[in-house]
Structures are given as C-alpha cells and as structure tokens.
C-alpha cells in the first residue's frame, strides 16, 4: 500500500500545499478481468486538489473516493471531477463509488447548482459511510470523530499494512481504535496547545501525538496544519508527546506501507 500526499493545507489551501487529498494506491487482482493491477483511492478532494492530483494518477483511473465530511477544504473540488466524468472527450464514464457522511449526494448538487433529485447521480453512485467495506484490495472501515458536522476517520487496511487517518476532528475516543497499531497515522493537528481553541473541532500538535502514542502507531504523519501557523511549532508538541517516528505532510510525499 502506498500513500501520496497530494494536498495537506489546513483549512484553505496554502502557499506550499493546496487543501486535503490523499492517494493510496495498492495491487489488487479485477474481478471483471482476473488480471491483477494498481487500484487507486481518494481520500478527501479539496480546494485545489483536483488539479495536483493529475500529476500522480489520472482522474479517470481513479477507484473510489472516500470523503471524510462535507466541509468545502474536504469536498470542494467533487465539482470539478464532476465536469470531468459528465463531458470528458473520450465520453462519458461509469459511475464511480463515493462514500461520504449522509447527506453527500444533495451537498454536491447544490454546490455545482444543479437539481438536488438528479445531481451527480449520473456521473457518482453515492453510498453512506456506516459499517466496513470493500474497495478492491482495500479493507476500509469508518470511525465517526468529533467535528461540527457528520465526519469521519477511516482505518485502510491491506493484508498486514495498516493506514489509519483522522479526518478532521477534536480529542475523542475513537482515534485509539482507528490508529491502533497502524503502521502510519495520518493526523490533524490545526491547533496551538495554550490558545483559546474552540472545543470539538481539531487536534493540537500534542493531542495528536498523545493519541499516537496512546494507539501505539508506528508513524506520525502530521497534516492539515493551517498556513496562519508554523509548522515548526506544532511538530514541536507533537515530538513532546509522542517519541516515535514523526514528520509533517508534505504535498508530493510518497510513503511505502509493504
């Protein structure tokens, strides 16, 4: 399994990343042709990341997208894959699966104004997140965090390699089971420890090492730190709670789970 930091900016895109988007990649056999090939998952498409995304994979090649919440840094830029699927010249494309909080399909269509019956219900098949699930070679199991509105972090597994990422979320309990024992931990931290944050919202820097270490995760990779903060500041809470691996994402990152 292979994980692609396409964009990692917290929030709104920023001057070195654009907003959040992971590709995980992994082989896996087709059930319509028996041939064995790279399957591609989307996690999140946001502001931006469309575009930074077709430098790693086609977006026609894409498998499934997975959208942890309805936020726009998180969802935004399904507007634009919209356009891609409906009028690209080669034709229209099948149906691609998207799961996402209840409630996906009608936010989609009013984001691109198009009638909240119809959609993108042409281009997408939209499916609830709720109980665990198949993707190709991917086992993917969903983790309802603590945000404003219906979010989610999801556990990936493939074989023995594990990828577990947070979404967007404030402190809870549900990061021990989905990052435990993973063999990386894609975390937020948006927070400064010591400011005046706003409660069930998003991590600091130590909250997200503490629940690393808690989980027992064997990387750290921190992300979705805004552009109005230095990142040096929260890897440095992070480091104070947590003492094994950790980087900060950056957009381009490629990380190898076996």
Not at 79 to 86: A, D, I, L, N
Not at 109 to 129: C, I, N, Q, W
Not at 216 to 236: C, F, N, Q, R, Y
């Amino acid at each position: 399994m292979k994980l692609t930091i396409v964009g990692c900016s917290g929030s709104y895109p920023g001057p070195e990343s654009v907003a959040s988007c992971y590709l995980v990649q992994a082989e896996g056999n087709d059930a319509e042709s028996g041939k064995r090939r790279t399957w591609n998952l989307v996690l999140d498409l946001g502001n931006g990341a469309l575009g930074q995304l077709q430098r790693y994979v086609d977006p026609l090649d894409v498998d499934a997208v997975l959208l942890s919440h309805l936020h726009a840094d998180h969802c935004v830029d399904m507007t634009s894959y919209y356009v891609v699927r409906k009028y690209h010249p080669t034709g229209t494309q099948p149906k691609l699966p998207v799961w996402g909080p209840k409630g996906t399909r009608r936010r989609l269509a009013k984001a691109y104004d198009l009638p909240v019956k119809t959609g993108m219900s042409e281009e997408f098949t939209f499916h609830r997140l709720e109980g665990g699930f198949h993707v190709g070679p991917f086992a993917i199991t969903p983790y309802e965090v603590d945000h404003p509105v219906p979010a989610f972090g999801f556990r990936i597994t493939v074989g023995d390699a594990v990828l577990a990422y947070s979404g967007d979320t404030g402190p809870t309990d549900a990061l021990l089971d989905l990052a435990a024992d993973a063999d990386l931990f894609l975390c937020e931290a948006s927070f400064r420890a010591g400011d005046d944050n706003p409660p069930s919202l998003h991590l600091t820097g130590a909250e997200a090492g503490e629940y690393a270490s808690k989980a027992d995760a064997k990387l750290l990779v921190v992300t979705h730190v805004p552009p109005w903060h230095e990142a040096d500041v929260i890897m440095g809470e992070v480091v104070s709670a947590y003492s094994g691996p950790a980087e900060l994402a950056v957009a381009g990152a490629t990380y190898d789970l076996g």
